[in-house]
């Protein structure tokens, strides 16, 4: 058993991750370090197939970020269902350059991972061909691969 005050010591100075109302349980991984963006950058999470993503991908990578439908039965085979009238082309660039933060198992038992990554605000631009609305539409139909860039490549990380 728990005591509370060990449970206590242990949240004592953390942040809810999750919404707390009166008189709700708490457990292991209700609290932990808040995590948030530094300055100029927004936090995403893509799921990314098995076979599109590079091996050993990890935190502290650099990617860029694709759209990829997959073949016939697998998601849409262009880009039809988004960008609207000008869709995106396969293999086009959603994202040119992403900080990655964590990189998962998928839990849903299908293969792949789910990758977090900070994208600059510029990279999220309000367009249904490139950025934010081209990345969600991408990741809802399965159609995200990424790409590990150079280590030396210029990315900047915000300001804190």
């Given at each position: 058993?728990?005591?509370?005050s060990d449970?206590?010591?242990?949240?004592?100075?953390?942040?809810?991750?999750?919404?707390?109302?009166?008189?709700?349980?708490?457990?292991?991984?209700?609290?932990?370090?808040?995590?948030?963006?530094?300055e100029g950058?927004?936090?995403?999470?893509?799921?990314?197939?098995?076979?599109?993503?590079?091996?050993?991908?990890?935190?502290?990578?650099?990617?860029?970020?694709?759209?990829?439908?997959?073949?016939?039965?697998?998601?849409?085979?262009?880009?039809?269902?988004?960008?609207?009238?000008?869709?995106?082309?396969?293999?086009?660039?959603?994202?040119?350059?992403?900080?990655?933060?964590?990189?998962?198992?998928?839990?849903?038992?299908q293969g792949?991972?789910?990758?977090?990554?900070?994208?600059?605000?510029?990279?999220?631009?309000?367009?249904?061909?490139?950025?934010?609305?081209?990345?969600?539409?991408?990741?809802?139909?399965?159609?995200?691969?990424?790409?590990?860039?150079?280590?030396?490549?210029?990315?900047?990380?915000?300001?804190?």
């Amino acid at each position: 058993p728990v005591l509370v005050s060990d449970y206590y010591g242990r949240v004592d100075g953390r942040t809810a991750l999750v919404p707390l109302r009166k008189g709700s349980l708490l457990s292991e991984g209700t609290f932990g370090e808040a995590v948030t963006p530094a300055e100029g950058l927004g936090d995403v999470s893509v799921g990314v197939p098995e076979g599109r993503y590079p091996e050993g991908l990890a935190a502290g990578d650099v990617v860029k970020v694709l759209f990829t439908p997959g073949n016939a039965g697998q998601g849409p085979s262009d880009g039809s269902a988004i960008g609207g009238s000008r869709p995106l082309r396969r293999g086009a660039t959603v994202v040119a350059a992403a900080y990655v933060t964590a990189v998962r198992a998928d839990p849903t038992g299908q293969g792949g991972v789910i990758v977090g990554i900070q994208v600059r605000d510029e990279e999220l631009a309000d367009s249904p061909d490139h950025g934010m609305p081209a990345l969600a539409a991408a990741n809802a139909v399965n159609a995200v691969s990424v790409v590990r860039l150079a280590p030396t490549h210029d990315y900047e990380q915000g300001s804190r």
